[in-house]
Every structure is written in structure tokens, then in C-alpha cells.
């Protein structure tokens, strides 16, 4: 793969950088669309940061943005440590341009297991978000229009990122995206659909990470489930009346 440097747009959440970045960084930054995104390539060089352009004072100004960034060093899954997470921060009026996670493996040969609680999640802000329905309310929304729940991108993980995602019965329901945390501070993986669409699945539904993504277990029945989605098996909390997912009304 080239080593060349390009310079290139990177979008964030608030805004945009110009930076020189290589073949790898761009693979990165590439979530399957035209525009290539700074989180999944986390922190660049100053040096290799020409502009930036910030969302709220609507101006692009020369040079690199402020970028800062802290090294929790956190345990978020078994064999999955968030090392890094920082923000690129406008020059001018300190707006949030963009933020990013950088995960690693404590055994890069080892597997990636359950989710552990996030202690310090209510400190973590909002950074790029999709929106994925939630259970409805008779006084806001109905099941077919059910509200949207914020979802925070972490930061692409290599060793997930692209992987083909089955369900428990073998059949292949998407490509993984993203690891992310939701609006209940919980660990998600986020994944591309076959139809296109973008969705999520709790990290705890994950039962094996190998050459592909397994979900789920052919030996639990789904009546043992509670909360789990007769349509398109996403585990919701117990008492959930709707998919958070895809809005089905659960019986």
C-alpha cells in the first residue's frame, strides 16, 4: 500500500479539516460513502493539518485546530481497552470539530469478548450520531413512527471493522461498522445492513468474534429472551413494549 500522502477533506460532527493523510489513514476515515470522516482516524500530526473549518463560526481558518486528548487506558470489553480519546477543537471559538476513540486489544490474537460496565461513561460527549428508533409513547409517537435514540461513534476498530455479521441462524444480516455507546452509556457494535441501512446490536448479544461476527446462541429459545424482537432479533430491555431497533411492537 502506498505511503504517499494525499491531502484530503475529513468531516467531523462540527466541522472539517484539510489534512495530508496516507492510503491507510483514507481506508479509515472511508465509512462506505463519498466523504471520509476524522474519528475512525483519530489523532493526526499538526504538521499534517493545512485548514480547518468550523461549523459554528461558519470559517474556515489556516492551520491545524486545537487537539485534546487523554489516555484512560479503560477496559470497555474483555480484551478491548480504550486507549485514547480527544477532540479536535476550533482555533477560534472552541466548538467541538470533531472527537475520536482509539481502541486496542490486549492480545491481538485473542478474541473480543462481553462488554464491561463503562464507569466513566457519563463523562464521554456526544461525538458523530446516527439515529435508530426507540420504543414509542402514546403521547409523542406511534409504532410505525417510533422516536430516535442518539448513538455515539467510538472509532473503528481493525480487527472488527468490515467483518461480516451473522445471526444465530447462519443468516448474514449486515457488515460491522463501528463500536459505539448508546444513549443508555451501553456497548454497541454498529453494523451496515444488507439493504444499506445503518443499525445496532448490544455488545452482550455478540456470542463469538472470529473471521466473522456471531450473534446470538442456536441453544437459547427465543422465549427465554425477554424483550427480544420477533422481526429482526434485537435484544431490548425487559419491559420494552417496541424495538428499539426496528419499532415492531413486542408481544
Known amino acids: 500500500m502506498s505511503a504517499e500522502l494525499r491531502l484530503k477533506k475529513l468531516r467531523g460532527s462540527g466541522g472539517y479539516v484539510m489534512a ?51 489516555n484512560p487506558n479503560e477496559e470497555v470489553a474483555e480484551n478491548l481497552i480504550l486507549a485514547e480519546k480527544g477532540q479536535y477543537i476550533c482555533s477560534a471559538c472552541n466548538s467541538t470539530i470533531a472527537e475520536y476513540r482509539q481502541f486496542k486489544k490486549q492480545n491481538e490474537a485473542g478474541e473480543i469478548g462481553n462488554a464491561k460496565p463503562l464507569e466513566t461513561a457519563q463523562t464521554v460527549k456526544p461525538q458523530t450520531t446516527q439515529q435508530i428508533p426507540q420504543p414509542a409513547s402514546p403521547q409523542t409517537t406511534t409504532p410505525s413512527q417510533p422516536a430516535p435514540t442518539q448513538v455515539t461513534q ?11 455479521v451473522y445471526d444465530e441462524n447462519a443468516k448474514k444480516i449486515g457488515t460491522a461498522k463501528q463500536v459505539g455507546i448508546d444513549s443508555n452509556q451501553s ?27 456471531l450473534l446470538g446462541s442456536p441453544n437459547v429459545p427465543t422465549q427465554d429472551q425477554p424483550g427480544k424482537c420477533p422481526s429482526c432479533g434485537f435484544s431490548n430491555k425487559d419491559g420494552s413494549k417496541f424495538c428499539e431497533e426496528c419499532g415492531t411492537k413486542i408481544s
Do not use: Y
Request: glycine share 12%; charged share 25%.
Open 154 to 164: 467510538t472509532g473503528s476498530i481493525s480487527s472488527i471493522e468490515g467483518l461480516a
Open 20 to 70: 495530508n493523510v496516507t492510503d491507510e489513514q483514507q481506508m479509515k476515515g472511508n465509512l462506505g460513502g463519498p466523504d471520509l470522516f476524522l474519528a475512525p482516524i483519530g489523532r493526526l500530526e499538526n504538521s499534517k493539518i493545512t485548514k480547518h473549518f468550523c461549523n459554528t463560526c461558519e470559517k474556515e481558518f489556516e492551520g491545524a485546530p486545537k487537539i485534546e486528548f487523554e
Open 187 to 213: 456497548v454497541v457494535l454498529l453494523i451496515i445492513k444488507n439493504d444499506g441501512t445503518e443499525g445496532s446490536i448490544p455488545w452482550n448479544s455478540i456470542r463469538k468474534v472470529g473471521e466473522i461476527i
